[in-house]
Each structure stands twice: as C-alpha cells, then as structure tokens.
C-alpha cells in the first residue's frame, strides 16, 4: 500500500486560495491513479477530484469544476489541490486517496489507500 499525508490546509475567507498537498511513500506512487474527496460534518464523503497515474487526465467534481485543479508530480511523489474562489460550502476535512489501477475514479469505494484528512474552513 502507499502511505498518504496531507498538508496546506487552513482557514480562509470567501474568495481566497488555498493549496492541499499529499506527501505519498511506500510502493510506486506513479503507479496510482490518485483523488482528493472531502466530508463536511453529518454529511458523507463525497468526490472532489481525480487524476490519472501520468496526470494526462482529470475530472472534477460540477461543484468545483472550473476553480479547482488537481496536478501530481511523480518525480516528488506528491499530489497537489489548488482551490480558488473559495465558498463557505467548500468547508470540510479534505481527504487524498490513492487507487492501485491507473485510471481516474469517481467512486470512494475504488480508492484502497487514504490519508487523514486536512480541514479546509472558509469564512463568510
């Protein structure tokens, strides 16, 4: 399995930006496909975005479509979420997961490998 740890997250104000990172070790990162999902208190956790194991594909999540971007870098072992024009409804704890095939998912439950979550709060 890979070991997954997020980091960059943070309180913010409407309209602001915000990078998530997720350091990876243990076996080949580049192997993976990768996503970020998040869970907002009494609500399940829910999809965010995802990302191939080269990075030439992606999907988002329609509520985050067009203000946030996932990119990985291989050589780094690192994953990144750059989150712009932030919204209170983004609030939530931010989860990097790992999948052991090379195609993107959308679906929590095809993800085998997660970290523990880095809380994003955005302010009104």
């Known amino acids: 399995q890979v070991q997954l740890v997020e980091s960059g997250g943070g309180l913010v104000q409407a309209g602001g930006s915000l990078r998530l990172s997720c350091a990876a070790s243990?076996?080949?990162?580049?192997?993976?496909?990768m996503g970020w999902f998040r869970q907002a208190p009494g609500k399940e956790r829910e999809f965010v975005a995802t990302i191939s194991y080269g990075g030439a594909y992606t999907n988002y999540a329609d509520s985050v479509r067009g203000r946030f971007t996932i990119s990985r870098d291989n050589a780094k072992n690192t994953l990144h979420l750059r989150m712009n024009s932030l919204k209170p409804e983004d609030t939530a704890v931010y989860y990097c997961?790992?999948?052991?095939?090379?195609?993107?998912?959308?679906?929590?439950?095809?993800?085998?490998?997660w970290g523990q979550g880095a809380q994003v709060t955005v302010s009104s």
């Open positions: 997961a790992g999948r052991r095939l090379r195609g993107p998912a959308t679906n929590k439950s095809e993800y085998t490998d």
């Open positions: 243990g076996r080949t990162f580049s192997n993976y496909a």
